[in-house]
């Protein structure tokens, strides 16, 4: 149940779970990337296609922005953000469809909800084909806002 969107988006209330599907051309998301850090009701995305990583990677770069684990090293990872070791607001996480953590990613989710930080999610998969199986992560996930590019 998504709203397909034409970026450039503009959002009359703040959308941070906002359930948004773009699709968009490759031009528009580096666009849209580049002006989210003027927006304050967006705090996850979701970059999905063939360039997402490549689009991920240079958002990260731009931001200095910190990279999560998404395996075993994903603890280690969460300890640091609440021990705020790193002083980014910006957080990047690639391929999160092979999340081993399920419960740790969702306690990083809500701490950077809590503390409205960024965090970009880049996948080659749909949020929909994610194996995800604890019910509160599924739910977070579906709500996010999604770029296909």
Not at 6 to 21: G, M, N, Q, R, W
């Amino acid at each position: 149940m998504f709203k397909q969107l034409v970026l450039p988006l503009i959002y009359s209330e703040p959308t941070d779970f906002a359930c948004v599907k773009v699709t968009t051309t490759n031009s528009q998301a580096i666009t849209w990337l580049k002006n989210w850090n003027d927006r304050l009701d967006v705090n996850f995305v979701c970059l999905v296609g063939s360039q997402a990583i490549l689009f991920a990677s240079i958002w990260g770069i731009e931001n200095q922005a910190c990279h999560l684990s998404n395996g075993q090293r994903l603890i280690e990872d969460w300890y640091s953000l609440i021990e705020q070791k790193h002083k980014s607001k910006c957080y990047v996480m690639t391929n999160p469809e092979f999340i081993e953590e399920e419960e740790v990613f969702l306690y990083v989710i809500n701490f950077i909800k809590e503390r409205c930080f960024r965090l970009l999610l880049a996948s080659v998969m749909s949020t929909d084909r994610w194996n995800i199986t604890l019910p509160d992560l599924k739910s977070r996930v579906s709500t996010m806002n999604v770029i296909n590019c």
